[in-house]
């Protein structure tokens, strides 16, 4: 079976010190045979990424950021680019999560330029997809999920798909409590994989890692994993709790 990718995203938590403190439990916690199923990569503020980075130096622990701009360089106050997050240590970046499609005017379009100047400059792209309860309810999730990836991923070469990450994380699940049933999941997956495959190729579609997120926990984790489909998981409340991030990474089977 493949490496699964355990993703915490810590969304606006944790100043330095409390990242430190949050770094250093799981660090020793998490145990290096657990790294022969799965990879680990922790997303935090921008203000947390040196330290982190440095306090990951000679663990196996990877590090990413949760947002990024477009431009090189230049004139947009309050903004972050590729190459800044690169020279922070970070190997993975979070594109287009729902809570910045929503409170911050993420739109498709500028999701592709964020994923084009990620992968630019070797950044590995985790590209957040998913529908809110209202298109569920309506039944248009599919088709709002397939949108989202052949937005986001105009213009991208196959070649570029390489090292590409997906995240399928319906809104209603996020932060909520409630998360997707087994059926729902896979058949996400494989709406997901569809959508690559048509855009790409089945080797496109096999190769792309594709994560569960919303609501995840130590208790609902284990049946997430055995879902047909699922590579991992983009992990926000429960990243922030090391005991309970560590269990999830041990419920992998
Ligand atoms: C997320 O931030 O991507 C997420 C899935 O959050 P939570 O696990 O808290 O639902």
Redesign the pocket.
Same mark, same amino acid.
């Given at each position: 079976m493949r490496k699964k990718l355990i993703a915490g995203?810590w969304?606006m938590n944790l100043n330095i010190t409390d990242s430190e403190v949050l770094i250093k439990k799981l660090t020793e916690g998490i145990h290096d045979s657990y790294f022969d199923k799965c990879d680990v990569l922790v997303c935090p503020p921008f203000t947390s990424l040196m330290v982190t980075h440095s306090l990951l130096r000679g663990t196996k622990i990877k590090l990413g950021a949760q947002n990024l701009h477009w431009e090189k360089d230049g004139a947009y106050t309050g903004e972050v680019s590729a190459t800044m997050l690169l020279s922070a240590g970070c190997e993975y970046v979070i594109i287009g999560?729902s =809570?910045r499609r929503q409170y911050f005017g993420e739109t498709d379009e500028t999701v592709n330029k964020k994923i084009k100047k990620a992968l630019e400059n070797n950044l590995k792209p985790i590209l957040?997809v998913g529908e809110s309860l209202q298109q569920r309810e309506e039944g248009i999730f599919k088709l709002v999920v397939e949108n989202q990836v052949k937005a986001a991923l105009e213009g991208i070469t196959k070649e570029q798909m390489k090292d590409f990450v997906i %995240?399928y =994380?319906p809104v209603w %699940?996020? *932060?909520?409590g409630l998360n997707a049933n087994s059926d729902q999941i896979s058949e996400m997956n494989m709406i997901i994989g569809d959508t690559i495959g048509e855009l790409y190729d089945s080797e496109a579609a096999v190769s792309l890692l594709i994560l569960y997120? *919303? $609501?995840?926990n130590d208790k609902n984790s284990e049946e997430i994993f055995s879902t047909c489909g699922v590579d991992g998981a983009?992990? *926000? *409340? %429960? $990243?922030l709790k090391p005991e309970n991030f560590i269990n999830i990474i041990k419920s992998i089977k």
């Open positions: 995203n969304k999560h =809570e957040c %995240a =994380e %699940a996020i *932060g909520t997120g *919303g $609501s995840v983009l992990i *926000g *409340g %429960a $990243s």
